[in-house]
């Protein structure tokens, strides 16, 4: 029971750093660039130095979305294995 701890803390430690990175990304994204599309097809122009930050915060919300996503199921998978192996 004792040994699960670590594997917990590093597990709760690494959500943090994805949500954290996320929020981070997200709240720079609105706050500095809210009128700027991460997309190149609008009506109106958009500069490149806006469009091409706002693409490069998007993908970091991306990447610690998807981060988040695979810590939770590898954290579910050791759960469900450990619950398995004690019944």
Excluded: H, K
Aim: aromatic residues 10%.
């Amino acid at each position: 029971m004792a040994s699960q701890w670590p594997s917990v803390r590093s597990a709760l430690l690494l959500v943090l750093a994805s949500v954290g990175a996320f929020v981070a990304a997200f709240t720079a994204r609105i706050v500095f660039l809210p009128d700027v599309l991460p997309i190149a097809a609008t009506e109106e122009p958009q500069s490149s130095w806006a469009f091409q930050a706002a693409f490069l915060l998007q993908a970091i919300e991306n990447i610690a979305a998807l981060g988040l996503v695979l810590v939770l199921a590898a954290a579910a998978a050791q759960w469900a294995a450990q619950s398995r192996s004690r019944a």
